[in-house]
C-alpha cells in the first residue's frame, strides 16, 4: 500500500470520495462529486490543506484530508483531520491507519503538536469513534458550528 500527496490533478478523485464519505454521513443523501470539485480543486492547492490518497497498486482505496490549524490552547500548530474515507470493501484491512501514521509523519515535519478529528454522531458511528481511541486520540467532547 503506498500513501501519496493529492495533487490538484487528484480533485475528481478526492471529490469523488469526499462525495462517498458525505452520502454515509447524511444516511443516504445524493451528493455530486462535480459540486464538490471547484473547492476541492481550490483547498488542495493551499498549502495549510494536504489529501493523503492510499493506494494498492493503481486502485485508490482511501482519503485523509488535513488542515493546519493554530491555537495557544494547543500549543501552536497542529492538524485537523477533516475528512477520512475508505472505500467499504477495504475497510477494517489497515487503509485508515496507514493514512493515520502518514498523517502524524506529515504533522511532525511541519511541526505541529497534535491531531484534532470531529468523530461523528453517536451511537451510529460507533466503530468510527473506537478507531480514534484505539489509534491514541481522546475524547474531549462535541463540536458545534454554526453557518457563515
Known sequence: MEIITAETADCRLVAGFVAALLEELSGGERYDPNDLLEITADLLAREEVV???????DQPLGLMMLNQCAAIYAGGLFGEITELYVVPDQRSKGVAQKLLLAARDLGRARGWKRLEVGAPNQPQWQRSLQFYQREGFLLTGPRLRQLL
Do not use: D, I, K, T
Open 51 to 57: 489529501g493523503l490518497l492510499s493506494y494498492e497498486g
